[in-house]
């Protein structure tokens, strides 16, 4: 009995490994690797309406330094200083961007920099009249602002409505390239006649913020639609005003602050590696 047990253990351990190499073997489950994670470029073409604006502070030059009676410089600052519209102009504005995303389940989070050429430029004239110690005096203040380019260095983040179509907010710094322009006339009709002029060009940082759509339709492949608003906030320059009219050629200082914002509309394709 005990020969047939031991017989029967010994066949029993030969069968099992066969058996086991015969058994299927259950694959391990495949896990897709996030659809919009990682880095991508891309070009993006739009429409830039900007809203600058312009306005100025004379400080003028005392009476006495003139050779006038008194009055007269306090008059003539006050026909210099106020605001100049900067109108609302519309332009083209295109450029690229490049940016990394990181996908969580539903959600995708990424930063973004960008930047863009911007061919719009905009200004205005403001003419006023008044009288100036009894001599009327006519003033003509006329600005030339634009912005060359614009910038920016976002985050973002989104909600994936479907597995291709992504919803996103976005905000952080902007900068661009900025200048600026003034001049003035005055006139008298006693003779007196008196210009200047002055002008501003910098690199300036400020912020935008907005949000977009963006859908995924090929492989590595995007389409997004964007609107960003934007504040490269105030420069400020300064010039002078002169005249033969005075003893001293110089009668005011005028200081010119310009504002520069804007809003922005564009369309975008994305490569994603």
């Known amino acids: 009995m005990r020969l047939f047990l031991l017989a029967g253990c010994a066949v029993g351990a030969l069968i099992a490994p066969a058996m086991a190499a015969d058994m299927p073997i259950k694959a391990p489950r495949y896990v897709a690797p996030p659809l919009w994670s990682g880095f991508y470029v891309g070009l993006n073409a739009g429409w830039v309406d900007s809203q600058n604006s312009l306005s100025t502070v004379a400080t003028p030059t005392p009476d006495a330094a003139l050779g006038v009676i008194p009055g007269v410089s306090e008059g003539l600052a006050a026909l210099s200083t106020g605001s100049i ?150 420069g400020s320059f300064a010039g002078a005003s002169t005249s033969g009219f005075f003893l001293t050629p110089v009668y005011q200082n005028v200081l010119s602050s310009a504002h520069f914002e804007g809003d922005l509309v564009r369309a975008g394709v994305n490569y994603h590696f």
């Not at 006339?185 to 200047?196: E, K, L, P």
């Open 85 to 234: 519209p900067g109108g609302n102009r519309s332009g083209f504005i295109g450029g690229g961007q490049i940016g990394y995303n990181w996908q969580f389940s539903s959600f995708v989070a990424g930063i973004e920099t960008d930047i863009q050429g911007i061919s719009e430029s905009g200004g205005g004239v403001v003419t006023s009249t008044g009288t100036v110690v009894g001599v009327p005096i006519t003033s003509t203040q006329t600005a030339a602002l634009d912005a060359k380019y614009l910038g920016t260095l976002r985050g973002r983040l989104g909600f994936l409505v479907t597995p291709t179509f992504l919803v996103y907010g976005t905000g952080g710094l902007a900068y661009g390239g900025v200048n600026a322009s003034t001049s003035l006339v005055q006139t008298g009709t006693n003779g007196f006649a008196g210009a200047g002029s002055s002008s501003f060009s910098d690199t300036r940082a400020g912020w935008a913020a907005g949000g977009g759509v963006e859908w995924m339709f090929a492989q590595r492949w995007s389409l997004k639609g964007e609107y960003l608003h934007y504040d490269l906030g105030t």
